[in-house]
């Protein structure tokens, strides 16, 4: 029987590739917590990569949190996970991405004891998906560009970023289009319009004749009612991504009928909360992203697991491994053009580094 020995924060600030601009924040780096997890000689590794606007975290809180968590968490079986999710949720209630990055580090050491990676876990199924990546808030010519330059290694569909200015993000989206003729859309506005400014957004990308697989968050992530009256009246899928962080909040989403689908990611939901969307949402027939914060590839390896593992999601948003330079994570999902695979060790399959200077 396997315990836990210890549970450890070690901070990072991880650069990236180039500026990520949303219509809520503008990043040019990560600031991610790892999590490091004994059990005897075992070592889990998670991470918590907090987003103030989505989760109410910052790197402090969470450093906080990681050490209250390890003092409620000394002793427990590695095998009963679900207790120590529980135990999380009732010491850190509003530190999700906290609690996301123990969780992570769990299911890490308790499947390398078994010697096994996470997804044969979960029951296993393929072993490969197929993301999108992710065009933020740029001027069009530069969307265009990224959007030919990733074209080139087998991408067919954008994310792009919107919610900020009209012109401009319908100049960005028909850049992309014009780079790349026939590739498909998710359209994310992360809560930028008003619901009668997001009905008359898609319908104006509509018009153009554009591929659009799904329009993410258009409202606020309060706004249930707006998500619904979106929902109700645009021919594209509507997906929600900051309405969505707990499975409260998605039995909360269907009872409304306030989107078609939802976007799970650990740093909100947790392993064992991911888990448990992914069934309400199989249930209630809604469908199923596996999104990403600008996590490294730790926290991208275990996404992956869940997607492979459980078979259930239809869609991927797990592009931060490219969006990251320079990162201190070896091993884990490999990318080849769009195409993840996850690593066949055990747990998530990824080792800590030191960075290149």
């Known amino acids: 029987m396997r315990f836990i020995d210890g549970i450890f924060a070690r901070c990072i600030d991880v650069p990236l590739v180039e500026a990520f601009e949303t219509s809520q924040r503008r990043a040019t780096s990560s600031p991610i917590v790892i999590v490091e997890l004994k059990s005897g000689d075992v070592t889990g590794y998670g991470e918590a990569t907090p987003v103030r606007y989505v989760t109410g975290e910052n790197v402090s809180t ?25 135990k999380l949720a009732e010491v850190l209630p509003y530190g999700k991405s906290a609690r996301a990055g123990i969780e992570m580090a769990i299911f ?52 792009v970023k919107v919610g900020k200015n009209n012109d401009e993000d319908i100049a960005r989206v028909i ?24 009905i008359d957004f898609m319908e104006e990308l509509l018009k153009r004749g554009l591929n659009i697989r799904a329009y993410e968050q258009p409202v606020d992530a309060a706004d249930l009612d707006g998500m619904r009256y979106v929902t109700e009246n645009v021919d594209v899928p509507v997906f929600a991504d900051e309405s969505a962080q707990s499975p409260n909040d998605v039995i909360d989403i269907i009872k409304y009928g306030a989107a078609d689908g939802v976007n799970v990611k650990i740093q909100k939901s947790g392993m064992v909360g991911a888990l448990e969307i992914k069934s309400i949402c199989r249930a209630a027939g809604l469908e199923l992203m596996f999104g990403c914060m600008l996590e490294s590839k730790i926290g991208q390896s275990a996404a992956c697991h869940i997607g492979c593992g459980t078979n259930a999601f239809t869609v991927f948003d797990l592009d931060s ?22 690593s066949g060790k055990p747990g998530l399959g990824c080792e800590m580094v030191e960075c290149k200077p």
């Open 321 to 342: 491994d490219m969006l990251l330079d320079n990162q201190p994570v070896k091993g884990g999902a490999a990318r080849r053009g769009p195409i993840l695979k996850v």
């Open 108 to 159: 890490d050491a308790f499947c390398k004891t078994l010697d096994i990676p996470l997804y044969a876990f979960l029951g296993g199924a393929p072993l490969r998906i197929e993301t999108d990546v992710t065009i933020p808030i740029c001027h069009p010519q530069h969307a265009r560009d990224k959007a030919i330059e990733h074209a080139a290694v087998g991408f067919r569909q954008f994310k």
């Open 175 to 198: 850049a992309v289009h014009e780079g790349v003729p026939g590739c498909s859309f998710i359209i994310d506005a992360n809560q930028g319009f008003t619901p009668a400014q997001a």
């Open 62 to 86: 969470v450093v906080h949190d990681i050490t209250v968590a390890a003092e409620a968490l000394q002793g427990a079986r590695l095998n009963e996970f679900r207790l120590s999710a529980k």
